[in-house]
């Protein structure tokens, strides 16, 4: 059922109109740059993208992301118009309960909240991240499963999102990649918050992306000609490059006090500005007004719409439905006895866990078939190259190995929208202290709940010779205070294997923290499953000594020099206090037993310790310039100083 010119005009008013009356009644929002692009959300909600409405998390719809995520009110309206979400389709209720508690349309996109918004998009820039790792994904599947997965990314991104550094660097891999199924509209309103553009922003972002190698076309004053921005995105659609097109918009169009208004970035219109600009657009002075007829036809018309494609990909994607590998990758699972041919390690061999990383990722290859890895130029140092697997470039699409170059932010971003995408398991490593720079993705990873695993290197002071900048000594307690975010250090190589097998089968994103330098295998990997378990000591201890990583090996030869003194020393492996804090109480006290007295050690800062410990030995300070064992030893990371302070805490 197509739409008539009737409608076209219709569907745009009602989103102009919801992007003035939601903020407003909220007395929150952001006004002008929805009503700007309303008729662009409209042109591609109705007439470009490729989705099932009933369906919101069909395999190949095409994703949509809204960069600018301010303007979320902009992405509500189109999906109340098209009824994306099917019987969970949002509601005027849900339209007007903008920003409220417990609402299904909040301040900005947020993925698992809203049938149909695909990421969180709160931080400009991270959305155009996202987009460049849902088109590599897009990349990887289509050329594997052939026509089960056909289809392209769009988002809107704003100035300020190119602003942002992550954009840059997301953009560069994007077209060193030639990911031609990426489309990005970029709203140039010359607005941000402070004012117009030229106060900060003097860019030539048109040669800019050309430089980065994107298609770029500038499309000059068509906002509002719903033809023009038609043809030019199924133009862009033809493309062997990512496509940036630059839309020349008018914040706050077709108010007659607002256009081009700074102010209208925000809460701009009141009462009397909206019902002037309705006035000035020809429709009633009505909150939250409907157009009689136009929901039932906007949805007839998307309804039919997707009913086709999905009849169509039914056809396409017979040969990949019956392949078992098709629904592992879907499902973000392995083939029937993925794990199976994991290696294990005999207790007092020595790995560091970074290369044990290497062997369990390398074991699973063919198992998990949506498994893709890579690293920001760091693929060697941080155990996750994949040796069966080609480098994922132009000619070869399928590529697993992913060169994410100098690239953190950028890596951790397009990890996550990898990830939101769904058939990819996507692995990234760096250097632990860099978490610092790829810090945003990572927690809007366990915002939204993105299946990936983050692998962080050269994880404490006994980096060594680097010095300082490259020894973290903050970033594990730092990573433990973000929430849903499952973090494990694990002591060994029997640890890291387990820590894997559970990255794998968690239903979120995790952070596996190893190590640069070898270390003795101490534990059989059980205490990862619970987030702790006991390495030596089962009876009544008189002490206990809990650490994590590397510090393991040490309390455990503190252990047995206090044993030597008649010291009964209990030590036990925590590689995730998140997972042992989901554990009954009972189990938490065989481990903690009452009133015996808990040590911790761990090569960094002691906050969030003492909620399981009586004291700790931990590093509060930065690190130095030397061999990482002479580091460790000089900052109390040794038998000796534990077995001090266990003796001063008993006497205690």
């Not at 999906?79 to 099917?86: D, E, K, N, Q, T």
């Not at 036809?297 to 998307?302: N, S």
Request: aromatic letters at 6%.
């Amino acid at each position: 059922m197509p739409l008539s010119a009737e409608h076209d005009q219709q569907a745009v008013d009602l989103i102009r109109g919801f992007a003035m009356d939601a903020p407003l009644a909220a007395n929150s929002g952001h006004q002008g740059t929805a009503m700007a692009l309303a008729p662009l959300a409209h042109v591609l909600y109705s007439r470009v993208m490729k989705y099932d409405p009933a369906d919101p998390n069909w395999i190949d719809r095409d994703r949509f992301v809204l960069s600018a995520g301010h303007a979320s009110i902009l992405q509500y309206s189109a999906m109340f118009l098209a009824g994306v979400g099917g019987d969970d389709a949002l509601t005027l209720d849900d339209i007007r309960d903008f920003r409220q508690w417990e609402s299904r349309t909040p301040g900005h996109p947020e993925a698992n909240h809203t049938p149909g918004v695909e990421v969180t998009t709160g931080p400009l820039g991270q959305g155009v991240a996202n987009a460049v790792g849902m088109a590599i994904a897009e990349r990887i599947l289509g050329e594997r499963f052939g026509g089960a997965i056909d289809h392209h990314t769009y988002v809107i991104a704003g100035d300020g999102c190119l602003m942002e550094g992550v954009s840059h660097e997301a953009a560069s891999l994007a077209g060193h990649l030639q990911l031609g199924k990426l489309i990005c509209v970029y709203d140039d309103n010359h607005v941000t918050i402070d004012g117009v553009t030229e106060l900060a922003f003097s860019d030539d972002t048109a040669e800019r992306f050309r430089a980065y190698g994107w298609d770029v076309v500038e499309l000059g004053e068509i906002a509002n000609d719903l033809d023009a921005l038609e043809a030019a995105l199924v133009a862009a659609q033809g493309t062997d490059r990512p496509s940036l097109l630059i839309l020349r918009s008018h914040i706050g169009y077709p108010s007659p006090d607002h256009t081009d208004d700074p102010h209208a970035h925000g809460l701009a219109f009141d009462a009397d500005d909206v019902t002037r600009t309705k006035a000035e657009m020809g429709v009633p002075d009505e909150s939250f007004w409907v157009p009689d007829g136009l929901l039932e036809a906007y949805r007839a018309h998307t309804a039919e719409r997707g009913a086709a494609a999905g009849a169509a990909w039914d056809d396409a994607a017979a040969d990949a439905i019956a392949d078992p590998a098709f629904h592992a990758a879907r499902l973000g699972t392995g083939v029937d006895g993925w794990d199976t041919d994991l290696p294990t390690y005999e207790r007092g061999e020595q790995i560091a866990t970074r290369k044990a990383i290497e062997a369990a990722l390398n074991a699973t290859y063919d198992s998990l078939p949506g498994l893709v890895s890579g690293s920001a130029d760091l693929t060697g140092n941080t155990g996750t190259k994949l040796k069966a697997a080609t480098v994922q470039t132009p000619d070869q699409p399928g590529g697993r190995q992913i060169h994410y170059g100098v690239r953190e932010h950028a890596m951790g971003a397009a990890m996550v929208g990898m990830a939101r995408h769904g058939g990819v398991l996507p692995v990234g490593g760096t250097f632990f202290v860099f978490l610092d720079y790829m810090r945003p993705p990572v927690r809007l990873a366990a915002l939204s709940g993105a299946k990936c695993c983050f692998v962080f290197t050269h994880d404490s002071v006994g980096v060594g010779e680097d010095g300082p900048t490259h020894q973290p000594v903050e970033q594990l307690a730092t990573l433990r205070a973000i929430p849903h975010l499952h973090v494990i250090r694990p002591a060994d190589a029997n640890e890291t294997v387990a820590a894997w097998v559970d990255a794998v089968r968690h239903d979120g994103p995790t952070a596996l923290v190893l190590s640069r330098q070898n270390i003795e295998v101490t534990t059989d990997g059980s205490a990862v499953e619970f987030g702790a378990g006991i390495v030596t000591g089962d009876g009544d201890p008189d002490v206990v000594l809990v650490a994590t990583g590397s510090e393991v090996p040490v309390c455990v030869a503190a252990a047995e020099r206090l044993g030597e003194s008649g010291i009964s020393a209990r030590v036990v492996s925590m590689p995730s206090w998140d997972r042992f804090e989901q554990q009954d109480t009972d189990f938490r006290r065989s481990v903690f037993p009452p009133d015996v007295p808990v040590l911790a050690i761990e090569a960094g800062i002691s906050l969030g310790w003492h909620r399981y410990a009586d004291d700790v030995v931990s590093i509060e300070r930065f690190g130095a310039s030397a061999p990482g064992d002479v580091v460790l030893d000089e900052l109390g990371i040794n038998p000796g100083h534990v077995v001090e302070r266990a003796r001063a805490l008993l006497a205690g």
